[in-house]
């Protein structure tokens, strides 16, 4: 139990990936984050990822 009790007295390091308005939110908090602006591949359309994929093992 003294493990769970000592990760919640350490300060938050926080990687926000995709929604920019979470990191926004993080930010009016005061809550230190950084943003990755992350993207499925090919938009998420798996079709469009698996002939890509294909592209890339020629």
Known sequence: MNKI????????KILNMGLESFHKDL???KVESLHM???PV???DEKMRR???RLKSK
Do not use: I, M
């Not at 009790?5 to 938050?12: A, D, H, M, Q, S």
């Open 42 to 44: 090919a938009g998420g």
């Open 5 to 12: 009790n000592e990760l919640f007295n350490k300060k938050l």
């Open 27 to 29: 930010e009016s908090q």
């Open 37 to 39: 602006n992350w993207r």
């Open 51 to 53: 002939l890509l994929d």
